[in-house]
């Protein structure tokens, strides 16, 4: 792959002359309560955390310790019980249903474990898909030649094997052009070699996109390809550290 | 739940959280149920009470008429071989005067013996008692007629007997099994106020017709093993040289004909509509429990391999059914009871029975119980089988992942069809279960074609009213003399007051032949061209009268198995025996039974007695009605009078009326029909779908976006069921129209456009709601749970 990532880092993570400095996410006070019955599970318990633009993070933290909840919470899925979170200055704790669902569909792109690809549709219908409610989107050829499927586009689901689909789950995300990119254990389901394959799938888009990209994770070599890793603990950021090197994904040990 | 088996409660709860669904198809099966309990229990009650009503009272099996036979040929008639009782009366049409009603009330005067009760066709004493010997003025009148006015015994009425007013006096209310079904003449359907039936004393309508010791009627009952054709031939030839007009058994018996036609079309709805059902509910069970085997994949892995038998697998799954189906069993048998008393009720208003219990005898229940079972278990057994295959091994594993075919999107490499990624979603889920579909199309056309059927009745009797009334019989009344007469009588009619018009008729018994075939009918006779009443071609065109020739009415024409030009040998009933080779010019358009037509020239001259007419046909000053109706009432030579513009008016009221009943049913049918079919295949869309969908919503995509795959897919099914249906629809009303089809009236198949658009828009409207009860189900998706879970 030809690009480096530490230069591209530089280049992203310096606030632009014309532009205001303002963070795509200012997340505060954030915490997220779920009741049933008598008990109460605080699932996040005051999380404070700002993410840059183009600035690619990696969360990790132990099974239950709220990753997930915030991630959901971030990309519009889900409501905080309190506490404040800004896209772009926009307050999205308060938002209706209305208005998350044009928030995910205007800015986020979402990976998942289990790739939630429509398996009626092709790879390149998948990514259609996404495209075509899209105001500024990719085609999708290009957006599989960024994962490098362009071989596979008129492949089912079924016929593709895990990696390739979630490599067509990340040409689906990236097709719109997304503020920011939230990948909950995009490799949970893959051995290492198609892992690898799917951070550079990741990493590349990153670069090129220049989209915010947030990835949990379970694996711990992972986070040396971040520009900044977040620790959970119960529900609140234990420690968050900039990476002073990053290293491409082929380099990191699984 | 303590002492149910685990799977036991494992079932209580599945028709718990599937209560929904199961009511759909539980109320699918319920219709079933109740318009097979409602047929069956008709046809039963119908059945049954006729007989015993047939056996009791020694309804007639031959009957016969003549003009004047002496009585000495009663002795005749009964040594026919096969003939066990024989019964001769004097029978005679009458014009009843009722104090209050304008309109003159038509009806049969019939003498009873004077001394004991009739061997054949006797009366079912209602209250009162039967007229006292000596006692010329007294009468019984049957029991329609006298609810209409309010009479009972002790009342009095005037009757106009041969020409003179009679005073009568009512001794009792009676039936009487020859006007079970009463209509009076130019009637089709009964009118209780203008049609009477009065018998009186043989010796009194003796004295008053001129019938000493001869009688004009005879009917005969006939020993088990009789030949009834031999006595029919044997009948006619001892009457023929009194102006017998053809003997005939009870299939041309009137009311006994128009009581079978009702058991034929309710037999005929017995094998058409609950089959419907059961089918569809058999598909709806089907669906149902596929899908939940599939979802409960995992655990029927996991009972079989903790040692669970397939037997009790399948039983597990065979009793949800039955559950389900006894909920709709239940139901239907309840309303199929209300509605077949309501249907009792209903006939009670037409059919004289002195009683009419709806059959509610248990093996009815038994029997419809039994049916739906084996529908619903019919529509399980392949999703059961399906979960007795499942080895434990595999069945712990995910299934394999659904295979698409790659249509609807066009090539990837340029080339694409014109569908968003949603509709393509949509389409490729159609196809991908093919049979499903085309079953739930199928299951959304019926309810379509159910309602044409029932729809289609509205545009044939407006057709039928139209061609009958106002292109064929225009005449506002027909009088019918007494006897014939010269044919200046017409100018007479002409001169009653309110007359505007008078068109003479000559009607004459005749026996057609052909070969071997033959019948019995009345041949009319009016001028060439003629504008009151009319004889039409298969176009509803007017014919011009021949100067020569027979007409035929398409069906006679067939029984006779004759074609225009063909000879037909034809015989008067003037007890003269000649017969006549006619030809047949032409085919006529007829929905009133068995029709035959002449010009009068062509009628006199083949009777060879001069120029003679039978009564006229009238246009009447509706201002003025009420004087003739006054001065027919005084007119001695005036026998009876058909008023078809009153028939007319009290056909359509009593369609109308029932039509409405019928129309409120079948709606209600198909939309349950639809309900069941449309919400369940959303159901079963939305429970497969359910990840699919909520990931779409994860992406930002809308509810209304996201519906609207669920809703593409289920349009297509709809709108192809739509031609479908029509295309059901009128084979399903061709059918009717045959069933209904006898020799006393058929009902022609017409279906207008709206028709059609109606029972879609029905259809339409039911699928629509039914698919947007689903749709709120969208609405709730969790979005976050399916992203945690694989398929
Ligand atoms: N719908 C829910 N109802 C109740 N509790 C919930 C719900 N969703 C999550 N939780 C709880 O919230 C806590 C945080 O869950 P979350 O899914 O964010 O953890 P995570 O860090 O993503 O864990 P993992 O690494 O296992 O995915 C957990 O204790 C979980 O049990
Ligand atoms: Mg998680």
Known sequence: MAFNPGTASVRRMKPEADAPSQPVFAVSGLTKIYRTGDVEVRALNGVDLTLEAGEMAVLLGPSGSGKSTLLNIVGGLDRPTSGSVKFKGEELAGANDRQLTAYRRDHVGFVFQFYNLIPSLTAWENVALIAEIASDPMSPGDALALVGLESRMSHFPAQLSGGEQQRVAIARAIAKRPDVLLCDEPTGALDSATGIIVLEALARVNEETGATTAIITHNAGIRKIAHRVFTFLDGRIASSEINPIRVKPSEVSW | ?791
């Open chain 2, 1 to 791: 739940m303590t002492g149910l088996s685990m799977l036991d409660r494992k079932l209580v709860r599945d028709l718990a959280r599937l209560w929904a669904q199961s009511l759909a198809v539980a109320l699918v099966m319920a219709c079933g149920v109740m318009t097979l309990i409602l047929a069956l229990g008709a046809t039963r009650a119908l059945e049954d009470t006729r007989a015993a009503f047939y056996d009791r009272t020694r309804f007639g099996q031959i009957f016969a008429s003549a003009t004047r036979a002496p009585e000495s040929l009663k002795a005749d008639i009964a040594a026919i071989d096969g003939v066990s009782a024989v019964a001769t009366r004097v029978v005679n049409p009458v014009i009843i005067d009722i104090t209050g009603m304008a309109e003159p009330a038509t009806g049969m005067l019939i003498s009873i013996p004077d001394q004991g009760e009739p061997a054949v066709n006797r009366l079912y004493l209602r209250s009162g008692r039967l007229p006292e010997p000596g006692r010329p003025d007294e009468a019984t009148i049957i029991e329609a007629f006298a609810e209409a006015h309010g009479f009972r015994p002790g009342d009095t009425f005037d009757v106009l007997i041969n020409g003179r007013k009679r005073h009568l006096s009512i001794t009792g209310i009676t039936l009487s099994p020859e006007y079970v079904y009463a209509i009076g003449p130019g009637d089709f359907v009964p009118d209780q106020k203008r049609f009477g039936v009065i018998h009186m004393h043989r010796s009194v309508l003796e004295g008053a017709y001129d019938m000493e010791g001869a009688f004009n009627d005879v009917s005969l009952t006939l020993s088990r093993n009789a030949n009834t054709k031999e006595v029919i031939a044997q009948l006619d030839a001892i009457l023929k040289p009194h102006g017998g007009a053809g003997a005939y058994d009870r299939t041309d018996h009137m009311s006994d004909a128009f009581l079978d036609s009702e058991l034929t079309q309710l037999r005929a709805m017995a094998q058409v509509i609950p089959p419907i059902f059961l089918f569809i509910s058999a598909f709806l069970v089907n669906m149902i429990l596929t899908r939940l085997i599939a979802l409960e994949r995992e655990q029927i892995g996991l009972l079989k391999a903790v040692g669970y038998t397939n037997a009790a697998i399948a039983w597990h799954y065979a009793k949800l059914t039955l559950a389900i189906s006894l909920v709709g069993v239940a139901i239907g048998a309840i309303a199929g009871t209300r509605l077949g008393h309501g249907m009792a009720s209903l006939y009670g208003e037409f059919y004289s029975f002195p009683f009419l219990v709806f059959s509610q005898e248990p093996d009815l229940y038994v029997i419809s119980m039994l049916v739906t079972f084996a529908a619903a278990l019919a529509g399980a057994t392949n999703a059961i089988l399906g979960a007795v295959r499942l080895p434990p091994a595999v069945a712990m594993r995910p299934p394999a992942p659904t295979g698409y075919h790659s249509i609807f999107g066009g090539s990837s490499s340029g080339f694409r069809l014109p569908f968003s990624q949603l509709t393509i979603m949509a389409l490729r889920h159609l196809v991908r279960w093919p049979v499903r579909t085309a079953l739930t199309t199928l299951g959304t056309a019926l309810p379509v074609a159910l309602l044409i059927t029932s729809l289609f009745a509205f545009d044939s009797i407006d057709h039928m009213i139209d061609t009958i009334w106002f292109r064929a019989d225009r005449q506002d009344a027909t009088l019918t003399f007494t006897a014939q007469r010269p044919e200046d009588a017409v100018r007479d009619v002409a001169r009653l007051p309110g007359v505007l018009a008078a068109e003479p008729f000559r009607a004459e018994a005749a026996t057609l032949r052909n070969g071997h075939r033959s019948r019995n009918i009345q041949i009319f006779a009016s001028d060439p061209e003629t504008d009151i009443g009319r004889v039409l071609d298969q176009d509803f065109g007017a014919i011009k009268l021949p100067p020569a020739g027979l007409l035929l009415s398409e069906r006679l024409a067939s029984h006779l198995d004759l074609k225009p030009g063909d000879q037909v040998d034809v015989e008067l009933s003037d007890g003269q025996g000649r017969r006549v080779l006619v030809p047949l010019v032409g085919v006529t358009n007829s929905y009133v039974g068995l029709t035959a037509n002449m010009s009068r020239e062509a009628l006199d001259r083949l009777s060879g007695q001069g120029v003679r007419i039978s009564g006229a046909r009238v246009i009447v000053d509706e201002s003025r009605i009420r004087d003739l109706y006054e001065e027919v009432k005084r007119t001695p030579a005036i026998a009876s009078v058909a008023l078809q513009g009153v028939s007319r008016k009290r056909f359509q009221a009593v369609f109308e009326e029932n039509i409405g009943i019928s129309i409120t049913i079948y709606v209600s049918l198909a939309v349950i029909i639809t309900f069941g079919v449309i919400y369940n295949s959303a159901r079963i869309q939305l429970s497969e779908r359910a990840r699919e969908l909520a990931s779409l919503r994860v992406f930002g995509f809308t509810n209304g976006e996201v519906s609207s795959v669920l809703l593409t897919e289920l349009g297509v099914m709809v709108v192809l069921a739509q031609p479908l249906g029509w295309l059901i629809g009128r084979g399903f009303s061709e059918l009717v129209a045959k069933g209904f089809e006898n020799d006393l009236f058929r009902i022609p198949l017409i279906i207008n456009p709206p028709t059609y658009a109606v029972s879609s828009l029905v259809v339409l409207g039911a699928a629509l709601v039914s698919a947007l009860i689903v749709r709120r189900r969208i609405d709730r998706l969790d979005l976050i749970r399916v992203l945690k879970t694989r398929d």
